[in-house]
C-alpha cells in the first residue's frame, strides 16, 4: 500500500507515506494494560473488537499513519478543525502556488439541499446548466492564476500575491494520525452530512486503513459506522415494541451474535425493557 | 456553586473554582458557526439540542470549568489519563506529603467481581471481615506515615522519602477542562465500569455542570448518558422485531419524541428496516 | 475590556468575549503545587516571574481567554495551526459568505524580501504602482463576489458556490485558548518573522492579554519576547569575550538584576565560562 | 536498536517497539512545507538545523517512536504530565500487581538539597546510615506486598486491595510520542532540576534518540540542551561587556560557527549592542 496514489476529486491524491504497527500492535498493547488475565479468554480478533464494541479507545492509539495528500484549500479548511494530528503544509509563503484549481464534475454541480441546511440535494442540474457553471468556474480560475502571475512578475511578495487565489486552489501536506483519531476523522467525514469532496478523501484513506489493520477497520465498521445510537426517549418508544419479543441463541446466530456479544445484546434488551 | 465543597470519599471533595460560560455561551458560539440561519428555526433549548445530538462538539467546547479536588492518589492515576485538560497537583518534592489516606467504606469492601475482570462483586462482605481488612488497612497506613515522618527527620530528601507511601494517600489539585471534555470525562467515570472510587468524583462533578449548564446537562443525559448504542448486526435483529411496527405522531409524543426528533427517529427505524 | 472592538487591517477586529482569572489565579494554582513552602518566600509577583522564568508552564495555563475575531481566510489559515485552543468559525456551507475583503494598505504592498524567503521587504511600492495593485485586487474581489451571487441565484449550494471565493475573504470564529498556549501564540506572531497581517492581530491580542494579566505579560515580555537564546557554540565564543568580567552587585542592579534573578545570571556567566 | 533492553534504576527498563521515520522523514516533510526553493540551498543537515534553530518543530513532529517502559509508580506520576502522548499501561484492577519495588541505590540516598526545595544534595548520606534507610525500605515493601496477598487472598477485589501499594511498585507501560514532544521531553527530564530517578529513564531514551536520528539529535544537543536563555536584562548586562568586541570569521569558525549560523551569531551580538 505505502506509496500508491489513490487519486481523488479531478486533480488530488492521498497518498499512503508510512505506518507504525498493525492489528497484532493494537493487541500488544491492549494486553499490556490488561495484563496476562486476557490472554486465555479472547483470541486477538475477539479482542480488538472487545475494545472497539467498549470505547477502550488507547490501544488503536498505538497504530500511526503518514499521508501525503493534494487537496483544495477548502477541503483543507475542513480536515485540519482535526487537531489531535500532525501536519506539514506546501507554504504560499515560500512557494508559488501552482495552476491548479478544483472544478466539481458535472454530476455534482447540484442545487441547495432543501432538507439539509449545510448540504447540496441529491440531484445534478442539467448537463448543460452544469456546464455552463463549470466554464465559467474555469474560466474564473484561469484569470486569478494570470493575475496571480501578473502580481509576481512586479516582484510583489509572494504572501500578498496569493491572496485573490481562490479556496479551489490545490494544495499539498503530509498528515500524520494516530488510528483512534484517525477513525473518528473517517466516521465524521465519511458520513452523508460531509461536505462530498471531503468525503471522496474520507473513502481513500478508509481503503488504506482497512488494507493496514483488516481486523480494527472490520470492528469500526461493525460497532461504529454501521452502528446507530438511539436516545433515552427512543429506546422507551423501542421497548414498546420490543418488550414482548425473546431471542433464543439460534436466531442470535442468524444475525451474526454469538458469545459474549450475544450475551451483551440480550443485556442491552433486557435494560430496554427496564 | 463557586466555593462550595461537595465531600467524596472519606476525606476528599470537588470545589468549583470557576466556571467560563453557560448555555448562552454555547448557543452563542454555534450562532457564529451556522450563522444568521439557524437564528429563526431553532430556540436556544432546541439548538444546544441539536448540537449534542448530531455531534457538533466545537460549541461545547467554548464553557471551561475549573475544580480544586482532594482525591487519592489512585483515583489521581485514573482521572489523569484524561490528557485535554490542565492541571496542577500537589509535590510531594517541594512539600510533605499529609497524613491523609483512603479507606474504604465497610460496604465498599468486596469481593472480586465473577463477571467483571476489572471490578468489585455487588455484595460487601461480611460486617467483621470489613471492619477487619479496613482496620488492617488503617494501621498500615499510620506506621507507614510514621516511617514517612522518621525518614524526614533523617534529613532525607522529600523525593525519595515518599516513595513507600501507599497510592491510598490523598493528594489535590486545580484541575481544568471544557465542556465537551469534561461530559466525555463524566461518560467514561459515571459509568458502572469506573472504579467506584472515581465514581463518586464524577457524580459530584455531575452536579455541579447540571446547576452551571442546565439545558446542556439534560442533553447530555438524553443522547449520552441514557442512550444505548446498536452494532450493526444488533440493528438488524431489532429490525426483525421493529419491522413490522409504526408510529403515529401521538404515540411518538407520548415518549417525548415530537418535531424534529419524531422525524429524526422514525429516519432511524425506515433505515432499520431497510 | 471585555466587548471591546480592537479594529485589524481593513476590515477585521478582535474582541475579548470572555476570561476566566488573572495574575492572582496563576498564584493560586502554583501554591497548589509547590505548597506552603512557597508562601514565605515569594511574593506573587516573583513567583508569577519565576514561574515563567523556569519554564513551570502549568500554571499558566489556569487563565483562559476567549476572543471573536473577523479575519481574512488567509490568516485563519496560519492561525489555525495552533492546535490547543477551540474554535468555532462561520460556515460557508450553512451561510452566505459577506462580501468583505482584504485588501493590504498601500504601504504593506512591497516586493518579495531578498534575504527572507517567507517575506517581504522593508520597503513599499512606489504610490502608483502600489494604487495601482490595490485597485486591481479590489475589482477581482468584487467581480468574484458577483459571481459568487450569480451562482446562487441558480439555486446551486453554497459549498460548491464560495470554491471561487479568495483567500483574501472575511470569515469570523469565536477562539479560546490557555495564558500558556496563549503566550506561545504571540511569540511565534509578533514575530519578525510572521507575516504582517497576523502580526496584526497578535499585537491587538497583546495589548488586551497584557491589560488582563500585567504581570504575566511583564515576565513574558522579559524572560521570552525580548530574550535570546545561543547555541552552545555561541555560548563558547561568548565567553571568550565575557571570560574575564566580573559583575558586581551594583552593577547588576543597574541592569535590573537583583536577589534572585542576579544570583541565577552569575551562575549562567559561571557555566559560560566553564 | 528496535527490542534491545536499557536497563534503569535497579528494576526497570526502557526498550524501543518500533519507530517511524527518520533523519530523512523530517527533510521530506520540511520540504512539502518549504517547496522547491529550499531545494537548492540546503542540503539535508543543514536543514534540520536550521528547522530546530529557528523553532520550525512541525517537521519534527513527522518521526513517531513507541517505547515499553518499566518504571516506579512515582516516576510514571511525572512522566504522564507529558501530555501529547500514547499511553497503555499495566492495570491493577485487571491483574495482580507484581513484587517488584524500587529502592534506591546507597549513593542515592541524600538528604533535601539546601538551594534546590524540590531536590536532593549531591552528597550521599554515610554509607551505614544509607544501609539502614535500605533496608528498612525493602523490610516495609516485603511487609506490603505480603499484605497485598493476604487481602487478594480473602477474594478482595484487586482494585481495592492494591490501594496500600506504594508509589515505589514497579508498573509498566506501552509510550508512544513523536520526536517534537519527545525532544520536550527529554529537555525537561535530562535536566539536573528533574527528579534522579526520571532522569535515567531520560538518558536511556537519549542515548535511543541518538542513534535513530543522529543528525536531530545533534541539532537538539546544539540549540537546546546545550544552549542557554538570556532575559532583556541579562542581554543588556552582557552587551555592557561584549559591546566593545568583533569577532572575524576566522575567530567564529574556531567556535564552529560559520555560514549561515556565523552571520545570524553576528546579527544576535549587533541587535545586543542596539
Not at 160 to 168: C, D, E, G, T
Amino acid at each position: 500500500m505505502v506509496g500508491k496514489e489513490f487519486p481523488c476529486l479531478d486533480k488530488g491524491f492521498v497518498r499512503l507515506i508510512d505506518v507504525m504497527g498493525d492489528d497484532a500492535a493494537i493487541v500488544q498493547a491492549a494486553r499490556v494494560s490488561y495484563g496476562s488475565g486476557t490472554k486465555k479468554v479472547h483470541e486477538d480478533r475477539g479482542l480488538i473488537r472487545y475494545l472497539m464494541r467498549h470505547l477502550h479507545t488507547t490501544p488503536f492509539e498505538m497504530v500511526e499513519f503518514k499521508f501525503h495528500v493534494k487537496l483544495p484549500i477548502f477541503v483543507a479548511r475542513q480536515w485540519i478543525r482535526h487537531r489531535t494530528a500532525n501536519v506539514n503544509e506546501y507554504s504560499g509563503r515560500y512557494s508559488e502556488m501552482k495552476d491548479e484549481f478544483y472544478v466539481p464534475a458535472a454530476d455534482q454541480v447540484r442545487a441547495q439541499s432543501a432538507s439539509n441546511k449545510q448540504g447540496r440535494s441529491d440531484t445534478a442540474f442539467a448537463p448543460e446548466e452544469a456546464a455552463r457553471i463549470r466554464q465559467t468556474m474555469e474560466q474564473t480560475q484561469d484569470r486569478l492564476y494570470a493575475e496571480y502571475q501578473d502580481l509576481l512578475s512586479t516582484e510583489l511578495a509572494r504572501e500578498i500575491a496569493r491572496i485573490n487565489l481562490p479556496v479551489s486552489n490545490y494544495t499539498e501536506w503530509y498528515w500524520k494520525i494516530d488510528l483512534h483519531n484517525l477513525f473518528h476523522f473517517l466516521r465524521l467525514r465519511i458520513d452523508d452530512h460531509a461536505q462530498y469532496e471531503i468525503r471522496v478523501y474520507g473513502e481513500a484513506i478508509a481503503q488504506i486503513v482497512k488494507a493496514a489493520v483488516p481486523i480494527a477497520y472490520e470492528a469500526f465498521e461493525d460497532y461504529i459506522l454501521h452502528s446507530e445510537r438511539f436516545s433515552g426517549k427512543e429506546l422507551a418508544a423501542l421497548a414498546s415494541v420490543v418488550g414482548e419479543h425473546t431471542f433464543d441463541e439460534g436466531a442470535l446466530e442468524a444475525f451474526g451474535l454469538k458469545g459474549r456479544e450475544a450475551r451483551e445484546f440480550l443485556d442491552k434488551l433486557a435494560q430496554l425493557k427496564g
